[in-house]
């Protein structure tokens, strides 16, 4: 499933389906929508090393 906001990682079901985040999407979203990802336990297709960058700087 393609994900442009973090509100979209609730819609899906960890156990079936992982997520790629759009293409147009900043880092911005993208580090809260891994985040959120993180929390809930979904599979993210297309991670950057920007965003694991931005998360592991900000813990």
Avoid: F
Avoid at 1 to 26: C, L, S
Avoid at 34 to 51: H, M
């Amino acid at each position: 499933m393609t994900v442009h906001r973090p509100e979209d990682v609730d819609k899906v079901d960890p156990t079936k389906e992982a997520i790629v985040i759009g293409r147009t999407v900043g880092l911005r979203k993208r580090v809260e929508i891994v985040r959120r990802a993180i929390e809930r336990g979904v599979r993210v297709i297309n991670v950057t090393k920007d965003v694991i960058d931005e998360l592991s700087r900000s813990q």
